[in-house]
């Protein structure tokens, strides 16, 4: 894997978007090296199109696709495979794998009750 993209939903408040840069700068602390970046579906910038285009502008041949949602809503069944699929079409030699939505994995899911259960 040469890059990963964090891709979340977007909101046209700007703030909305920390948790996902805060995200990347922690990959990041633990990868140096490694190509992270922010996607959006709708109202911020880049699109996911457009950080893959770029992923593979910068010589990326393969790319995660890390979706920060809750779970695998509609978004996540059908938006991003059509992206994916007009990707795959410019780019035939890039590898995009797409991943579960953070939100379902157990890992994420044990931290949330941690947090959840987090006396005060």
């Not at 059908?78 to 992206?83: G, H, W």
């Amino acid at each position: 894997m040469d890059a990963i993209v964090l891709f979340g939903h977007g909101a046209r408040d700007p703030e909305w978007a920390r948790p996902l840069e805060r995200l990347r700068e922690l990959v990041l602390a633990r990868h140096p090296g490694l190509d992270v970046r922010l996607a959006f579906l709708e109202f911020m910038q880049p699109g996911l199109a457009d950080a893959l285009e770029a992923a593979a502008a910068q010589g990326a041949s393969s790319v995660r696709v890390v979706p920060v949602f809750l779970a695998q809503g509609g978004h996540v069944k059908r938006d991003v495979p059509e992206i994916l699929a007009a990707v795959r079409q410019k780019h035939p030699s890039l590898k995009i794998e797409l991943t579960t939505a953070l939100g379902e994995t157990a890992a994420v899911l044990a931290a949330m009750a941690e947090e959840v259960l987090r006396p005060d």
